[in-house]
Each structure stands twice: as C-alpha cells, then as structure tokens.
C-alpha cells in the first residue's frame, strides 16, 4: 500500500478526476505542522472469538485464523502505523482465553490499539481486560485525525441483574436469536464523554470512531444494532466528514448515513450469514452494500480475513483481505457521496451467486 505518495498516483487514480486538489486542502486544512497532512495505514484485526477447551487447549481453527493475520500484518510493507483489534478476541471472556489471545498477539509487530466485543465483557463486565488490555472508551490523535474508541456493547442494568451467573449472562448475550437477549447501547455516561472529548475538536478535524456494534440499525435479533445509535450520530453530525468502523458483524457491510460512513471489518474466526439472505425477517441491511459472496459456503475461511485501511483525505479506503473469496476494495466516493465498492457496485459486474447442493 502506498501511503505519502498516494496523492502522486494511487489514490488520484483510484478516485479519477473526482478529488480536486482544493478539497484535500480544506479536509486537511487546520493541521499547522506537515506531519498533520500525512496519509497513513492502519491494520484492523477482529472477531477471532478464540475458544477455550480444557487446560492448555484451545479450538485450533479459532487460533489459526488469528496467528495467519498476524503473520500477514508483519509482512505489510511499509508497515501499518498500528493496528487496531476490534473486540470478540474471547469466546466466553474467560481469562485463559484473553490471556491466549495476548500471547499470539504479542508477536504482532506493529502497535495495537483495543476495542471491546459482547464475547470479551459479560463474563467480568469488562474487569479483567480494563485491568490487563485496555480501557473501554478513550480517543487519540494521529497525524491530524482524531480517533474515538466506544463501548457499544452496554446494555441494560435489569438485564444484567437477572442471571444467577456471570456464565450464565455470557452464554444469554453470546447467542442469536435469543429471546431473552437484550440490545447493545453506548450509554447515557459514554455519551457526556464523547460530547466533552468532540468539544474540543474542529468540524474540519478528519474523525475516526471505532466500535464493536455498528453505530446503526440493521437487525434486533442478531444485535446488529445498537439501540441509542442516533444519540451517537447526533454527536458527530457537525464534523465534516465522519467514520465509523465496526467488527461484530463477520461480513462485508458499508453504509452512508449523513455525513458519516460505515465499514465492517472482517472476523477472522467465521463468516456470518446475511440477515436478508438467512431469515429472511425484516431488517435494514444497508441497500449500498454489495454482499460478500461466499463462493463455498461449507467452507469455514470462505468470508473470513482482516482489513488494510488507508486514511487518505480524511476518508478511507477499505482492503478486504478475504482470504478464499476475491478482495474487496471499498473506498469513499467524492462525486456520489458515500463508500463505493471500486469493482462490484455495478450491478453488471457483481459476481452471480453461486448455488450449492
Ligand atoms: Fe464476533
Ligand atoms: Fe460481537
């Protein structure tokens, strides 16, 4: 990946005649120092839900994916300024398994930066990796752009309060389809913060938020959906151009909602159904999204993998890395408005779905 020399070729290319060279300069404009108008790359890891068995045992698939996205995020040349891990890094939150998972990743090179997943907090309600991994929610700045680590995977304190275990808890919001699940929120806390931490940013602040959930709706049952998701996007209406990167939902997802852009990333553990194509159920899958197509879906790795991003422009160009599917590159387009897969949004170029029997 091409980063300080993206707007010589890549990038300018990738995007066409598009991109006059004054916007970069207002989307970049307020930094003073030149390092704030870099273009960088960064890595993002997710989902690998690494499975305790029993003593030193662990499910092997689970850490195989894991292990070959760390193996390929070395191998990134130039190298990525860091690399985020988007949560669900446990099964059961069990302290062997986020202990498992901090001894693979400790061979990462690169920084890492940690957003928490579901899987990760409903055993302790988040102690153990507040006290060994990471905060919950914090923000960071670099080169010029402003990142926002949320906790979207709060819920309610009834519901907290009625499990007679904390593995009981876990298993109830581990599973799909359950009818006595509850919905993921931010939370009224989160939310004061997150207003106090943008007060002192700029509309004209390129701005990053990172969660585990996606910042918006798509279907209850499966909590693709954090429930005060607007409370969030109400926060972030007056920067110019907004973010949002999830994990969570082990799938090819993008959305356009205002000014903000959403991507999902890649799980490294499996892929997850379509709600549209599994249930069939009302839902809000994104009409933008072109859907991943699982060329073998008995196959486990078919749909799974990890992200490259580039932050370019105050916008970001999306690497799929799929590892037994073709890449995907979806990148925000200036003349539409919203991400654009560079290759399959045309209805004409999509690859047709393929039946198994
Ligand atoms: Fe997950
Ligand atoms: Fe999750």
Redesign the pocket.
Known sequence: MKRRNFLKGVGLAGLGATLPFSLVEVVWGLGSKPAEHESFTFAYIS?SHLTHIQGARFTQNFDQGLRKAILEVNLMNPPPDFVIYG??LAQLGKREELDHGLELLSGLKPPLKWVI???DFYLDMGEYWQDKISPLYYSFDHKGVHFVVLNS?LTYQDWIKKWSTPMERMLNMARLDNPQGSPFMVGEAQLRWLKEDLAKYERNVPLVVLS??PLYKIFKPWNFWTDDAEGVQKLLQRFHRVTVLH??VHQVLYNQIGNITFYAMMATAWPWPYPVSYVQKPNQVPKLTVFMNRADPFHQRDGTGWDILDLENGTLTNHYQLWMNENRTVAFDFKLEHPVDRNYQDPEKRIPPQFHY
């Open positions: 989902d949560g669900d997943g579901e899987h995977i585990h959930s994990g969570h």
